[in-house]
T-cell receptor
Framework: GQQLNQSPQSMFIQEGEDVSMNCTSSSIFNTWLWYKQDPGEGPVLLIALYKAGELTSNGRLTAQFGITRKDSFLNISASIPSDVGIYFC??????????FGTGTSLTVIP | GAVVSQHPSWVICKSGTSVKIECRSLDFQATTMFWYRQFPKQSLMLMATSNEGSKATYEQGVEKDKFLINHASLTLSTLTVTSAHPEDSSFYICSSFPVYNEQFFGPGTRLTVL
C-alpha cells in the first residue's frame, strides 16, 4: 500500500531541545493523525487534525495540517526522556483508507 | 481514548502449527477492524480489513488462506496464521476507529515461529 514520506528517519537530541518532524504525500488527505509507538507496544494516538491549516496542541506537542492537505508536521517542545519512541504520521483519504508514514525514531539524551 | 485489546500479547509456536490472535473493542462497537504487520524498525503494513458479518478484504500480496480473518461480532475479530513458518514471525497489530477518522490500535501480538 501507499506510504507517506516522513522525515527525518531518526533524531538524536539533548533533553530540553525542541523536535520537529514532518510528513508529505502526493495525495490530498482528509485527516492527519500522529502516533507514538513504544517498543513492543501498539501505536498510541497523539493528535488528530481534521481541517487544512488546523493547528492543534496536546501538552508539549503541536501538530499542523498543511494548507495544501498534502503534508503535516509535529513539534515537540522541551523534550524529556520519556519522549523516546517512534513517531508515525497517518493520513486518511476516505472511508477506511489510512496510510502510514515510515516513522521517525526519536532518542533523547539526558 | 477508545480501548482495543489483543490476546495473546506474545506467542511462540512450532513451525507448521496455527496461531489465533484475538482483537477486541472494549468500549465501542467495531464494524471494521484492521490487521497490520510490523517488522523491526519498520512502519505498519496493512494486511487486511476485517468487516463484521462479511468477508475480509486483503491487501495485495497477502495470502487469504494463510491469514484467516473472522469478524463474527461487533467487538471481536480474529486473525489465524495457518501453518506458520519462521518468516511469519512478526508483530501483529489490530486497530479500529470508534470515531470516523481516528484509528485506535491494540497493544500488538509478538509472534515467534521456531
Amino acid at each position: 500500500g501507499q506510504q507517506l514520506n516522513q522525515s527525518p528517519q531518526s533524531m538524536f537530541i539533548q533533553e530540553g531541545e525542541d523536535v520537529s518532524m514532518n510528513c508529505t504525500s502526493s495525495s490530498i488527505f482528509n485527516t492527519w493523525l500522529w502516533y507514538k509507538q513504544d517498543p513492543g507496544e501498539g501505536p498510541v494516538l497523539l493528535i488528530a487534525l481534521y481541517k487544512a491549516g488546523e493547528l492543534t496542541s496536546n501538552g508539549r506537542l503541536t501538530a499542523q495540517f498543511g494548507i495544501t492537505r498534502k503534508d503535516s508536521f509535529l513539534n515537540i517542545s522541551a523534550s524529556i526522556p520519556s519522549d523516546v519512541g517512534i513517531y508515525f504520521c497517518a493520513g486518511q483519504l476516505s472511508g477506511n483508507q489510512f496510510y502510514f508514514g515510515t516513522g521517525t525514531s526519536l532518542t533523547v539524551i539526558p | 481514548g477508545a480501548v482495543v485489546s489483543q490476546h495473546p500479547s506474545w506467542v511462540i509456536c512450532k513451525s507448521g502449527t496455527s496461531v489465533k490472535i484475538e482483537c477486541r473493542s472494549l468500549d465501542f462497537q467495531a464494524t471494521t477492524m484492521f490487521w497490520y504487520r510490523q517488522f523491526p524498525k519498520q512502519s505498519l503494513m496493512l494486511m487486511a480489513t476485517s468487516n463484521e458479518g462479511s468477508k475480509a478484504t486483503y491487501e495485495q500480496g497477502v495470502e487469504k488462506d494463510k491469514f484467516l480473518i473472522n469478524h463474527a461480532s461487533l467487538t471481536l475479530s480474529t486473525l489465524t496464521v495457518t501453518s506458520a513458518h519462521p518468516e511469519d514471525s512478526s508483530f501483529y497489530i489490530c486497530s479500529s476507529f470508534p470515531v470516523y477518522n481516528e484509528q485506535f490500535f491494540g497493544p500488538g501480538t509478538r509472534l515467534t515461529v521456531l
